[in-house]
């Protein structure tokens, strides 16, 4: 059977799929669509710093008439990400299925967004593990950890709203600014066994039941579920990490967008379509270290303790915690 080649798939135009993927992706990546995350452009270069001020601070002066007043300085925070590079190409057979309805710039340009929705997902999961584990920035004061290595299940401890709100009491009086949650399917199970999920009705949310726009979520706040987020395996259980985080907690920066090309390799004869992204994912408040983590890094670099210094005048205006269960 011959080979269905993307050179005699005339409708596939790269200036159109492109701004098309561009604009799917955002409806894609569950933190935008929660507003945990938001998106920044960023300039050139191997790493970037994002804009960030301290917390204002001090007792405020009492005003009098012909009143003096020491002006105070407004601190910057030195907030450094690292630019991930990535690429992904699909061979003409991948795509003929796709290619063959009858919307096939639609059909691929959902695919490419969704694809690369999972890859920013997965570099900003990373980045959350890499502050949370052993030696991790936030690993003594916004880490929650009631874990228990145990098969047994009645010994286990599965998240509840009473861990819940433990874990949110790492934030100090910032605990209400958290917004959103991030866990695994299996804690998500867990909760809606025990009777602590409730939906609200709320169109083109990252979770909907039977696609009637009815969203879940847990202590009044939404839930995105995600079987990438941090799971640990034990020597008799797997310890499962749920996040709460602030609105905007996370940065999506993008120095160059999705940009699909199409080609063909003639020595090979084979066609394809290439994607590449180049972008960072990062949790304000906590710098990358160049000097330890390297440019370019992978999503196991990002998950790496040493790559990350906190830089927040304190752990709790981060905007992020964590909670370990079982």
Not at 33 to 43: A, E, I, K, N, Q
Not at 113 to 122: E, G, I, P, S
Not at 164 to 188: I, P, T
Not at 263 to 277: A, E
Request: net charge negative; aromatic share 8%.
């Amino acid at each position: 059977m011959a080979e269905t080649l993307m050179s005699d798939l005339s409708t596939i135009i790269p200036s159109i799929l492109q701004p098309m993927a561009q604009t799917k992706m955002a409806e894609y990546i569950d933190f935008m669509m929660h507003g945990v995350m938001d998106r920044v452009t960023l300039p050139a270069g191997d790493y970037v710093n994002f804009p960030a001020f301290k917390e204002l601070a001090g007792t405020a002066d009492r005003m009098v008439d012909s009143g003096s007043y020491d002006i105070n300085k407004i601190d910057v925070i030195k907030d450094v990400a690292a630019v991930c590079h990535r690429i992904k190409v699909f061979g003409a057979n991948d795509l003929s299925a796709i290619v063959s309805g009858t919307d096939p710039m639609g059909a691929i340009s959902s695919q490419i967004a969704r694809y690369f929705a999972k890859v920013v997902q997965l570099s900003a999961l990373s980045v959350l593990k890499g502050q949370i584990i052993t030696s991790g920035a936030l690993n003594s004061t916004n880490l929650y950890d009631v874990f228990v290595d145990d098969a047994t299940e009645g010994n286990q401890k599965p998240l509840t709203s009473s861990i819940a709100a433990k874990g949110l009491g790492k934030l100090g009086d910032e605990l209400n600014s958290v917004s959103a949650w991030v866990m695994h399917g299996k804690v998500l199970a867990d909760l809606l066994s025990a009777g602590y999920v409730s939906t609200y009705t709320q169109r083109n949310q990252a979770i909907e039941i039977g696609n009637m726009g009815e969203v879940m979520s847990f202590m009044g706040r939404p839930i995105i579920v995600a079987d990438s987020c941090t799971a640990v395996a034990g020597s008799a259980a797997t310890k499962y990490y749920t996040y709460g985080l602030k609105k905007g907690a996370l940065a999506y920066g993008v120095q160059k967008d999705l940009n699909p090309e199409v080609g063909r390799d003639s020595k090979d004869k084979v066609s394809y379509l290439s994607t590449d992204l180049h972008y960072a994912t990062h949790l304000r408040g906590c710098a990358y270290q160049s000097g330890t983590g390297g440019s370019n890094p992978t999503d196991t670099t990002l998950a790496t303790a040493t790559s990350w210094a906190l830089v927040a005048e304190s752990a709790k205006f981060v905007g992020m915690v964590a909670i370990a269960t079982n």
